[in-house]
């Protein structure tokens, strides 16, 4: 049966959140199922990203959305480790962020989504509906997660049209 099984541990609100946005993360590495570290930086035609420049740029997403908005603070120092390069290029395209196997870009995205989830569990229900405060970019956590969701899936279709492409 299909159903909606947030952690017990949290709040309702919150926990139906992160039950999304970990079911999320389970489709896309269900989408991911058979590519090979050759497909990671292969170009498929047509498409402008490879399947490593997407991974690395949803889990910098994350990254960022969780450390400049949901906490509204300093990015740690081991971010630069586990993101060398910009996200994106001078021209606006995602970095291609070559070289990385696709165990790489797991373990990116795994650890980035465990900080999030960490500090996600300090959040009360006042918290979760609670604007940061950020004159540039106001934003609830309810809808960051929300937002990363959302992100990921649009990006997920992306990954599965690469892959289609990249079989041809």
Same mark, same amino acid.
């Given at each position: 049966?299909?159903?909606?099984?947030?952690?017990?541990?949290?709040?309702?609100?919150?926990?139906?959140?992160?039950?999304?946005?970990?079911?999320?993360?389970?489709?896309?590495?269900?989408?991911?199922?058979?590519?090979?570290?050759?497909?990671?930086?292969? *170009?498929?035609?047509?498409?402008?990203?490879?399947?490593?420049?997407?991974?690395?740029?949803?889990?910098?997403?994350?990254?960022?959305?969780?450390?400049?908005?949901?906490?509204?603070?300093?990015?740690?120092?081991?971010?630069?480790?586990?993101?060398?390069?910009?996200?994106?290029?001078?021209?606006?395209?995602?970095?291609?962020?070559?070289?990385?196997?696709?165990?790489?870009?797991?373990?990116?995205?795994?650890? *980035?989504?465990?900080?999030? *989830?960490?500090?996600?569990?300090?959040?009360?229900?006042?918290?979760?509906?609670?604007?940061?405060?950020?004159?540039?970019?106001?934003?609830?956590?309810?809808?960051?997660?929300?937002?990363?969701? &959302?992100?990921?899936?649009?990006?997920?279709? &992306?990954? &599965?049209?690469?892959?289609?492409?990249?079989?041809?």
């Amino acid at each position: 049966m299909n159903e909606v099984t947030p952690p017990h541990e949290l709040s309702t609100p919150i926990g139906t959140a992160l039950w999304t946005l970990e079911d999320g993360r389970e489709r896309t590495l269900e989408a991911l199922a058979g590519t090979t570290d050759d497909d990671v930086d292969a *170009v498929a035609p047509g498409f402008p990203n490879t399947i490593g420049a997407t991974l690395y740029h949803i889990a910098a997403i994350e990254a960022d959305w969780l450390y400049a908005d949901l906490l509204g603070g300093d990015y740690p120092n081991w971010l630069g480790d586990w993101f060398p390069f910009d996200v994106r290029e001078d021209d606006g395209r995602l970095s291609p962020a070559p070289g990385f196997p696709l165990s790489n870009h797991l373990e990116r995205l795994a650890f *980035v989504r465990a900080r999030f *989830v960490e500090e996600l569990r300090r959040f009360d229900r006042d918290a979760w509906r609670r604007s940061n405060g950020l004159a540039e970019n106001p934003s609830t956590p309810e809808w960051i997660l929300h937002h990363l969701t &959302q992100h990921e899936a649009e990006h997920r279709g &992306q990954l &599965q049209a690469i892959r289609t492409l990249l079989a041809r």
